[in-house]
């Protein structure tokens, strides 16, 4: 049995994480036997982040790394299909998604002053008194560091959410009228595009991105086409 190692939900969603969130759609996908254990203490984590999967007492840190080693191990039910095209959209999806709108996300939900007090008390709320005092802020420096380092924090707020809704723009795009995002039948970039749409979709902090996203009746039905299937 694998055991995924996974933020607890929260948000009427699977997982406020769109990492977690994708890696546990992968395994309902391939309807590979696991089980979810929620943790927030990260420092067990193979690379110091979640998820993270336990199978067998092997340990595999970071999304994408456990979906390769998933598929070497158990087989690829769900890209073994595909084309050399479809495979390469499939990655410049997953590098859009994951390398780009991700940090525009992070910037909403960190950095936006109008949503950080929600994504304070959803993600620190539990925490005694003294401690909610002081560690959200501690994690928002860094994160706010992070943003800066990667670039994307050096833009305006107007900036750095126009660059989000190109993304969101071009994903809106690419899955036009088709079920899932290479076509009629689901592969695993579905399980990124999913868990990124639905984040953005369904959390209670508003931004343009979620503004845009709504205006989008394909992103509506293939997040609605997803939960019914996988979920």
Same mark, same amino acid.
């Given at each position: 049995?694998?055991?995924?190692?996974?933020?607890?939900?929260?948000?009427?969603?699977?997982?406020?994480?769109?990492?977690?969130?994708?890696?546990?759609?992968?395994?309902?996908?391939?309807?590979?036997?696991?089980?979810?254990?929620?943790?927030?203490?990260?420092?067990?984590?193979?690379?110091?982040?979640?998820?993270?999967?336990?199978?067998?007492?092997?340990?595999? $840190?970071?999304?994408?790394?456990?979906?390769?080693?998933?598929? *070497?191990?158990?087989? #690829?039910? =769900?890209? &073994?299909?595909? @084309?050399?095209?479809?495979?390469?959209?499939?990655?410049?999806?997953?590098?859009?998604?994951?390398?780009?709108?991700?940090?525009?996300?992070?910037?909403?939900?960190?950095?936006?002053?109008?949503?950080?007090?929600?994504?304070?008390?959803?993600?620190?709320?539990?925490?005694?008194?003294?401690?909610?005092?002081?560690?959200?802020?501690?994690?928002?420096?860094?994160?706010?560091?992070?943003?800066?380092?990667? $670039?994307?924090?050096?833009?305006?707020?107007?900036?750095?959410? *126009?660059?989000?809704? #190109?993304? =969101?723009? &071009?994903?809106? @795009?690419?899955?036009?009228?088709?079920?899932?995002?290479?076509?009629?039948?689901?592969?695993?970039?579905?399980?990124?595009?999913?868990?990124?749409?639905?984040?953005?979709?369904?959390?209670?902090?508003?931004?343009?991105?979620?503004?845009?996203?709504?205006?989008?009746?394909?992103?509506?039905?293939?997040?609605?086409?997803?939960?019914?299937?996988?979920?």
């Amino acid at each position: 049995m694998i055991k995924l190692y996974q933020f607890a939900p929260c948000w009427n969603l699977p997982n406020a994480s769109p990492f977690c969130m994708k890696l546990e759609t992968y395994l309902r996908m391939t309807k590979l036997p696991f089980e979810t254990v929620s943790v927030m203490d990260l420092r067990k984590a193979p690379k110091g982040k979640l998820p993270y999967i336990d199978d067998n007492n092997y340990r595999i $840190g970071d999304s994408s790394l456990i979906i390769h080693y998933l598929k *070497q191990k158990h087989g #690829d039910p =769900l890209d &073994a299909n595909l @084309t050399d095209t479809q495979k390469s959209q499939a990655v410049a999806i997953q590098r859009l998604l994951e390398e780009h709108l991700y940090w525009v996300v992070v910037y909403s939900r960190w950095a936006d002053a109008n949503n950080w007090p929600v994504t304070k008390k959803t993600f620190f709320g539990h925490l005694p008194s003294l401690i909610y005092f002081i560690l959200p802020g501690i994690i928002r420096k860094k994160i706010l560091r992070d943003l800066r380092c990667h $670039g994307l924090g050096r833009h305006t707020r107007e900036e750095i959410y *126009q660059l989000g809704l #190109d993304d =969101l723009k &071009a994903l809106s @795009t690419i899955l036009n009228d088709q079920s899932f995002m290479l076509g009629s039948e689901p592969t695993s970039i579905d399980a990124a595009a999913y868990a990124f749409l639905a984040n953005i979709l369904t959390t209670p902090e508003s931004s343009p991105l979620q503004d845009f996203a709504k205006s989008q009746p394909n992103f509506i039905a293939y997040c609605q086409r997803m939960k019914e299937r996988f979920y």
